[in-house]
Each structure stands twice: as structure tokens, then as C-alpha cells.
């Protein structure tokens, strides 16, 4: 028999958000690993001492944290939290909670705390504590490029000598030499750029159709210039 499952979406349900999300899961490692008390006294001296309660630097900066691992824009990883349960364990918030506004983000980034090394903080923070959790390796870059159709003239290219010479060993490297480091001498024109032939001077449009007026060829010019028209030149048809 089909069964049918009716929705029961409006119903108020008791449910924490510890038992939704996985032991094994992601966020698990990374909430395991990282330790973000630091946030609050790296930007304290940013804040008044009187005034309402802000909302709290380490749930925004755990918001930029998965904004970054889920490559989501402010405006959408606020809309995640927001339904999704089990980002909202990773902040610390229930699903009573508020989530801060996309603006609180953007102004905490650009003006409020854009002077204040959190970011740098941050990141070598979190690099830190991935690496000693065994989350991430140093072992392997990424290089991210856009490939696009340049209109660039071959024949224009010059070559850049390096500014510095590669010295292979680091034994060579770590000895003083009392001397800078020359670049080597590039070739005085690369192969790249070779000279083009000279070519002959193109005929205009008159002299390319005149052989092949009605299939004729020019006569002669005549002996006597006194007996030709003066509008008509010397040899034309």
C-alpha cells in the first residue's frame, strides 16, 4: 500500500539542534579544532563600555567562516543560517535565535572593523588549528586563473628580464657573495621577434586595371608629341 506523508510544517516540534547534525560531519571537526575566544578581545577596543549588547564577534566571524568553506555571498549565507540547522549549531544560535542582517556584515567588514588585523588574525588562526586537527595539509597549492582572448601583437612582445637569478642549493644561498645578484643577459632580439622581409610597393587600383582593358594591350608611344591631344596621356588605351 502508498503510503502518504502529510505536511505537518506549522506544527511546534521540541528539537535539538545537537542531535541534527552528524557525528562525522564537517562542521563537527572544524567546531572541534577551532578556538575563537580571541575574537572578542581583539576587537574590544572597537566598542563603548555603555550602550545595547552587539551581537556577538564570534558568531559573525563563524558566519564569515562558512561563507568562505561554502563559497557564499553575505547576502546568502544568511539566508542559510537561517534555514539550515545545522549551520545555526555552528554559530550557537537555536531557531529562536535572530540572525544578523547581510548590512551588519558588510559594515562590520568594510568600516567598523577594517583596520583592526582581525582578518589576518583570523585566517592564521584558523590555519593553525586546521593543520594541527588534520583538517588541511600544506602540502598542495591552488592557483585559480581566467582564461580570456587578448588582442595582443605578437611582433611588440619584449622580453622582461627576472629581477632576481635563481641559485640553485641552499648552501650556495645562504654563503655571502659581498656582491648583488645580476640578472643574466637576455639575447639582444629574441627569436620572436624576426624582422619581415621588404615587400614591393602595391600598385594602385589604375595601374592594376589597365592590362586588362578589353583584353587589349597598350600600343606604342607615338613619335611625334605634337600630333597627340593634350588630355590624353602617353601610352594609355
Not at 529562536?96 to 542582517?101: G, L, R, S, Y
Not at 587578448?150 to 635563481?166: D, G, H, Q, T
Request: one cysteine or more.
Amino acid at each position: 500500500m502508498i503510503g502518504k506523508q502529510p505536511r505537518n510544517t506549522d506544527q511546534v516540534q521540541c528539537v535539538s539542534t545537537e542531535t541534527l547534525v552528524p557525528p562525522q560531519h564537517v562542521l563537527r571537526r572544524l567546531h572541534a579544532a577551532l578556538d575563537l575566544s580571541f575574537v572578542r578581545e581583539h576587537v574590544a577596543p572597537f566598542y563603548s563600555e555603555i550602550g545595547r549588547h552587539s551581537i556577538d564577534p564570534e558568531v559573525v566571524v563563524r558566519m564569515w567562516i562558512l561563507q568562505h568553506y561554502y563559497g557564499f555571498s553575505e547576502r546568502e549565507v544568511c539566508d542559510e543560517v537561517t534555514m539550515h540547522a545545522g549551520f545555526r549549531w555552528f554559530c550557537g544560535l537555536s531557531f529562536e535565535d535572530p540572525v544578523p542582517d547581510q548590512s551588519t556584515l558588510v559594515k562590520l567588514r568594510t568600516v567598523k572593523w577594517a583596520e583592526s588585523g582581525l582578518w589576518q588574525a583570523v585566517l592564521e588562526e584558523t590555519v593553525r588549528a586546521c593543520e594541527a586537527a588534520g583538517i588541511a595539509r600544506g602540502k598542495r597549492m591552488g592557483i585559480d586563473g581566467t582564461q580570456i582572448n587578448a588582442n595582443a601583437a605578437i611582433v611588440s612582445l619584449e622580453a622582461i628580464p627576472p629581477a632576481l637569478k635563481v641559485v640553485e642549493g641552499a648552501a650556495a644561498s645562504e654563503e655571502p657573495t659581498g656582491e648583488a645578484a645580476t640578472p643574466a643577459p637576455w639575447p639582444s632580439r629574441p627569436p620572436w621577434r624576426r624582422r619581415r622581409r621588404p615587400q614591393p610597393p602595391r600598385p594602385s587600383r589604375w595601374q592594376r586595371r589597365l592590362p586588362r582593358a578589353r583584353g587589349r594591350k597598350c600600343p606604342p608611344a607615338r613619335k611625334s608629341e605634337a600630333q597627340e591631344p593634350p588630355w590624353r596621356p602617353r601610352g594609355l588605351c
